[in-house]
């Protein structure tokens, strides 16, 4: 009997390596596979230490696969597939017949346009579909909903997302100010980190959820707070109880706030370079990471996220995908 060798190469491995070999990049690999940069590139380094050969190189500013990296890849390929017809379940995944019910929950901010875009998406690929579109209540209840399977997908922006989750970068976007046009700091272009704490507060999340706050996260990871003077249930409350409510400032994401600004009398004001960018991100469970209905539905958003993007209306996502999770 010939005695197995201790090489190390695993599926998880060779999956990485196949697509490593297909993008010829690190960071794009990391947002295919939902995970963070610095994880690809140790595991190039330790698929270079097992295999013995560089499998990239770099050729200018690209990576390129080495004779003996392309043709590893090649029976990689060919490994897989075998693999994969051994445990993949048969069944298929029709978006067009499919008549199950999805749950996808979104922070409020994403608003008028960004939502809409995916329901179009929804209706136009799986229209036999129930679609249930909800807030996010708490980030505690989030991973037992999914765990549960009762929550599909989860479309966040708070800055400390659980790690128990799998996560992929979606969208960025400017943090703004809006404020009634006769707010002493109106006419400012930006605003100081210490003005900004100074100032009255409006926010669509409760006080007791500051966790799944991106304003308020980002302020706990500086150790700073904000005065929150009022709090709303609904998001779409927002605008008429800042336009009635003099002194009231309002933090949002730009396309969110230029929305409000187009519909009513508002100024809008840089927020402090400390708060960073709103970034929003797609959460899902690893029970339905494998799940076909589920990489249709990622898929899915991550398209009308990139048509945004091709647009003009969002800038692409700066930080890398980053999952605790293994592939």
């Known amino acids: 009997m010939l005695r197995p060798i201790e090489h190390?190469?695993?599926?998880?491995?060779?999956?990485?390596?196949?697509?490593?070999?297909?993008?010829?990049?690190?960071?794009?690999?990391?947002?295919?596979?939902?995970?963070s940069q610095?994880?690809?590139?140790?595991?190039?380094?330790?698929?270079?230490?097992?295999?013995?050969?560089?499998?990239l190189v770099r050729s200018g500013a690209?990576?390129?696969?080495?004779?003996?990296?392309?043709?590893?890849?090649?029976?990689?390929?060919?490994?897989?597939?075998?693999?994969?017809?051994m445990v993949l379940n048969a069944e298929t995944f029709e978006p067009s017949t499919d008549v199950r019910s999805l749950r996808i929950q979104a922070a409020n901010c994403l608003g008028t346009f960004f939502l809409p875009r995916i329901a179009a998406a929804l209706r136009r690929e799986a229209p036999a579909m129930?679609?249930?579109f909800s807030a996010?209540?708490?980030?505690?209840?989030?991973?037992?909903?999914?765990?549960?399977?009762?929550?599909?997908?989860?479309?966040?922006?708070?800055?400390?997302?659980?790690?128990?989750?799998?996560?992929?970068?979606?969208?960025?976007?400017?943090?703004?100010?809006?404020?009634?046009?006769?707010?002493?700091?109106a006419k400012r272009t930006n605003l100081t980190l210490e003005e900004y704490l100074t100032l009255e507060h409006l926010s669509p999340t409760p006080t007791a959820s500051a966790a799944i706050s991106p304003v308020d996260g980002r302020l706990a990871q500086l150790?700073?707070?904000?005065?929150?003077?009022?709090?709303?249930?609904?998001?779409?409350?927002?605008?008429?109880v800042l336009a009635a409510s003099a002194g009231l400032v309002f933090t949002s994401s730009r396309p969110f706030a230029e929305e409000m600004a187009s519909n009513m009398a508002f100024a809008l004001v840089d927020a402090p370079p400390e708060l960073g960018l709103m970034k929003f991100y797609l959460l899902w469970h690893?029970?339905?990471?494998?799940?076909?209905?589920n990489r249709w539905l990622r898929s899915l958003v991550r398209r009308v996220s990139q048509d945004l993007t091709d647009r003009g209306s969002l800038p692409s996502p700066k930080k890398e995908a980053a999952s605790i999770l293994p592939t």
């Open 8 to 35: 190390g190469l695993d599926v998880r491995l060779m999956r990485i390596f196949l697509i490593l070999i297909e993008e010829c990049s690190v960071s794009r690999t990391a947002v295919r596979l939902g995970q």
């Open 38 to 55: 610095p994880a690809i590139s140790l595991a190039l380094k330790r698929l270079r230490e097992i295999l013995g050969d560089p499998l």
């Open 62 to 85: 690209h990576l390129v696969p080495t004779e003996r990296g392309a043709e590893i890849g090649r029976r990689v390929a060919d490994i897989l597939a075998e693999i994969d017809g």
């Open 130 to 132: 129930q679609v249930d």
């Open 136 to 185: 996010i209540p708490d980030e505690r209840d989030i991973f037992e909903e999914m765990e549960a399977g009762s929550i599909d997908l989860t479309i966040g922006n708070w800055p400390a997302p659980r790690e128990n989750l799998r996560i992929a970068p979606l969208l960025d976007a400017d943090m703004v100010l809006v404020m009634r046009r006769d707010h002493p700091f």
């Open 223 to 240: 150790d700073r707070k904000r005065r929150i003077s009022m709090t709303v249930p609904e998001f779409t409350l927002v605008p008429w």
């Open 286 to 293: 690893e029970r339905a990471h494998h799940s076909s209905f």
